[in-house]
């Protein structure tokens, strides 16, 4: 077996490094009732991730040319995610991006701010054809390893496939599909007042809390000192 290498940043997309979460704000822009209270089962983890974003997205009456329009004229990224991002590749640290939503709106998003991501996005994908659109899950599993409710990208099937090649993984996150990750990561880095926050809390497990990037990249450069 080949050594290690040392370390793995992980962020979290959605609500982390975007200001708020893009799939909650297209469910409002395009959804109807139902879809409020299939948020409401979803927070009480009555649905799954997979199965919740499935019943999210057909209710949503929305083209792809609404879909991209929406996104980019609505969705702010973290006024400082740039410069840590900038510092990542500066400091040739390994990174990654873990999200429970979709690769289409991060790719959109980061084009817009002309950020060109070396490292590699795990992520759903939303397919459109035809007026229609569907859905594809690539990191899924038939159940949950650490006995909660379905994720469309599991991400801690994803860490525990990390953790066989990096010796530490610091994980950057702040939302319900988080909490299996946060169980897994070496160190933890915690949206302020986020659903994650108060797992964390409820569980006992250590982290440092932030606000936005630049808190971030501040702890990052203190790890250096």
């Known amino acids: 077996m080949t050594?290690?290498?040392e370390q793995l940043v992980i962020s979290d997309f959605d609500g982390t490094i975007t200001i708020k979460d893009v799939n909650d704000a297209l469910f409002d822009e395009f959804g109807d009732r139902k879809n409020e209270l299939i948020e409401k089962r979803y927070q009480k983890d009555l649905l799954g991730h997979r199965e919740a974003l499935e019943q999210h997205y057909s209710r949503l009456e929305m083209s792809r040319?609404?879909?991209e329009t929406f996104v980019i004229e609505n969705i702010d990224l973290d006024?400082?995610?740039a410069e840590f991002?900038?510092?990542i590749n500066?400091?040739?640290l390994e990174f990654a991006i873990v999200s429970g939503g979709f690769l289409n709106y991060i790719r959109l998003l980061f084009k817009r701010e002309k950020i060109e991501m070396k490292h590699p996005v795990y992520a759903n994908e939303i397919l459109f054809t035809d007026g229609f659109y569907k859905l594809n899950f690539y990191h899924d599993l038939d159940s949950c390893p650490v006995g909660l409710n379905t994720c469309g990208n599991c991400k801690h099937k994803l860490l525990e496939n990390f953790k066989q090649k990096y010796k530490e993984i610091i994980y950057i996150g702040d939302g319900w599909t988080d909490r299996c990750?946060?169980?897994l990561a070496d160190r933890l880095l915690v949206k302020e007042e986020s659903s994650l926050e108060a797992y964390c809390k409820r569980e006992h497990l250590d982290y440092e809390h932030f606000s936005t990037f630049q808190d971030i990249?501040?702890?990052f450069?203190?790890?250096q000192d």
Do not use: E, I
């Open 181 to 183: 990750a946060a169980q």
């Open 65 to 67: 040319d609404d879909f």
């Open 217 to 219: 990249l501040a702890w």
């Open 85 to 87: 991002y900038s510092f």
């Open 3 to 5: 050594d290690r290498d």
């Open 221 to 223: 450069k203190k790890l």
């Open 90 to 92: 500066d400091q040739g």
């Open 79 to 81: 006024p400082y995610f």
